[in-house]
């Protein structure tokens, strides 16, 4: 066994010997850093490696935005009902609470407790426009995150491409080039360095999205959930404007007919 592993030894180090150039040529292929394989991937890894910065920030502030006491606060309804006090006769109070705690959900409570004595359907139309603007912002930037995650193996395809374009030219155009297909395979080796570093983007860019979408509706389900549980408890309260109208409608009436009253005596008299 050692006398086989000394002669294959052997016979690559003299294949080595005579062909300098393949020597050469898979040393120079060899990826020492990640540096290393940013600059041999071409001119297609400047925009691959924009699209991963853009992902990494986007995710890291969604993280950090849709964190639950920043949409939801669990003490949240419980701190509202203490500061409206009893049937949710401190409306004022209320707002107040909602405009020193500023989130998704205050702003919808704040929307509720201004149209508390409006009819119950359109309460609900108005808190369901809230709930509407503050999930439209709790999915900003998502769009980015997909867009990059569509559009990095393509990127890096299109890298690969140029490059087996230029190693092809590459051996096409040099004479010195003919039956050495080492330099033919370092070109498309280094041409497929952009298709794996636009997969290494888009992977986890597109994992990402639908994690962070996914958090999303669950913290749009809660919002929901503590929304109707205040409206239940508070709607209803309050003067109606539109209910104090109909109410007032029969005395009218009432009183004009007794005006009528005197005027049809006198006729008949």
Known sequence: MIEMLTALGATFLGQAAQNPDAAAAASSAKIQSVWDFVVKGGPMMIPIAICSLVALTVLIERLFTLRRRNVAP?????????????????????????????????????????????????????????????????????????????????????????????????????????GKAELLATGIYEAMITTAAGLLVAIPTLIAYHWISAKIEALAIEMDRVTCEFVEEYAGHGPDPSRDEAALRPVKARDENESDEPQTAMASA
């Open 74 to 178: 669990n003490k949240f309804l419980p701190n509202l009902r203490s500061a409206m006090g009893d049937g949710g006769a401190s409306r004022n109070e209320g707002i107040n609470y909602c405009r020193d705690n500023p989130s998704p959900i205050a702003t919808i409570c704040a929307t509720a407790i201004r149209r508390l004595h409006e009819p119950i359907e359109l309460l609900e139309k108005h808190i369901q426009e809230a709930g509407e603007r503050e999930v439209a912002k709790l999915r900003r930037f998502l769009r980015p995150l997909s867009v990059i995650a569509a559009i990095s193996p393509l990127l890096g395809l299109l890298g690969t491409i140029f490059g087996m374009i230029k190693a092809f030219q590459t051996v096409a155009t040099s004479g010195e080039a003919l």
